[in-house]
């Protein structure tokens, strides 16, 4: 890549990142999706926009519904204090909200298109002759389901580079499949100096999660096995007003669940409501991503010697990937485990390199 070229992708991140895309900014969403799609009509991209569920979606493909190889990307983030919406450059490193989860992706995919494509021209060809195209979402962060979830099905391609994790070094080929879970404990208000009149809910879900916990490994750094994670904790149902002085007659729990391949998880599923007291419903789930065999990765690895083969506990759009049986990895830039924190940043030196 040219000093330009890699110039022309630092600035469109850095305007991309401007756009404050998370989910409760629905307009925001599709101002980027906007920017995204002047930006490829500008260059002279036949561009088709797709919206499942309000979700927009970008592609630009050689034929309608094929592409060789397809390079997937997401516009939106996951939420930031404003200043992060503010890029700035610092020793070789560019940061902000999206810097590497995703934006650079879609930078780079843009830029990628416009050069072949104008390659492809002076060639005296198209872009229908072009052997990749492009996927931009703007649902990953929700699940994806309305993006790849929704258009994968529906594209003819042999190979997918999902722009969304790994390295230069790392092209990841296997990722722990999720569960979203939530643990529902009912009990019996009462006043909060006599708790032996009511059931604390509170209580019931605490001896339930700790019951589940003992269905899973201790978590040790790196290890492949399935794991647990309370993330969101409340009592009261929507409405109500919570007492610091009354027995709470309701409580709820969400658990993000990873697992592997070894896992059965409606067997997994299963045992852990003959377990617990409380309910226990699942509100989302993936599977494993296994990336297959390819001849493209094949040539991908032989395109950059050295890359090892990785795997990550996180899980991405690639999921659907395995669902729909489209062979892909998941490759990108490097910016250490930067994603989501809030010195969010990728290396300007690994996007070139990529």
């Not at 629905?26 to 999706?33: F, N, S």
């Not at 404990?185 to 006599?194: K, M, N, V, Y």
């Not at 492949?224 to 007659?249: C, D, K, M, Y």
């Not at 050295?306 to 991405?316: D, F, M, Q, V």
Request: one cysteine or more.
């Amino acid at each position: 890549m040219t000093a330009p070229t890699l110039a022309r992708v630092r600035n469109l991140t850095e305007s991309l990142i401007r756009f404050k895309s998370v989910h409760d900014h629905p307009r925001e969403i599709d101002r980027c999706a906007d920017f995204v799609q002047r930006y490829l009509e500008r260059v002279g991209a036949v561009v088709q926009r797709v919206e499942h569920a309000g979700v927009p979606s970008l592609l630009a493909l050689p034929d309608q519904d094929r592409a060789p190889v397809l390079l997937m990307s997401h516009i939106d983030v996951v939420a930031a204090d404003q200043p992060q919406f503010e890029p700035f450059a610092q020793d070789g490193k560019l940061y902000g909200r999206g810097a590497l989860d995703d934006k650079y992706a879609v930078a780079l995919s843009l830029v990628l298109f416009e050069t072949y494509l104008a390659e492809m021209r002076r060639r005296g060809k198209s872009q229908q002759d072009l052997p990749f195209g492009l996927l931009i979402t703007s649902d990953e962060e929700m699940g994806g389901f309305s993006g790849a979830g929704a258009i994968l099905p529906n594209l003819d391609t042999e190979f997918v580079i999902l722009l969304d994790g790994g390295s230069p070094d790392e092209i990841i080929v296997r990722q722990k499949g999720f569960l979203k879970l939530r643990l529902v404990a009912e009990g019996e208000t009462a006043h909060g100096s006599q708790p032996w009149l009511g059931q604390n809910a509170i209580d019931q879900l605490i001896d339930d999660y700790v019951k589940l916990r003992s269905v899973f490994h201790r978590s040790e750094p790196n290890h492949w096995q399935r794991t647990v994670n309370l993330s969101i904790l409340h009592s009261g149902r929507p409405g109500e007003v919570e007492s610091f002085n009354q027995v709470p007659a309701h409580a709820e729990a969400v658990l993000d669940v990873r697992f592997t391949e070894d896992d059965d998880i409606e067997t997994l599923i299963a045992s852990l409501r003959q377990l617990l007291v409380s309910e226990l419903h699942v509100e989302a789930s993936g599977p494993v991503f296994d990336g297959g065999r390819s001849s493209y990765l094949d040539l991908l690895r032989e395109v950059v010697p050295g890359a090892r083969l990785g795997s990550t506990h996180s899980a991405s759009d690639a999921r659907f990937l395995t669902e729909h049986g489209i062979p892909g990895v998941v490759w990108g830039a490097a910016g250490g485990d930067s994603a989501h924190s809030a010195h969010e940043y990728v290396e300007l030196r690994s996007i070139e390199h990529l």
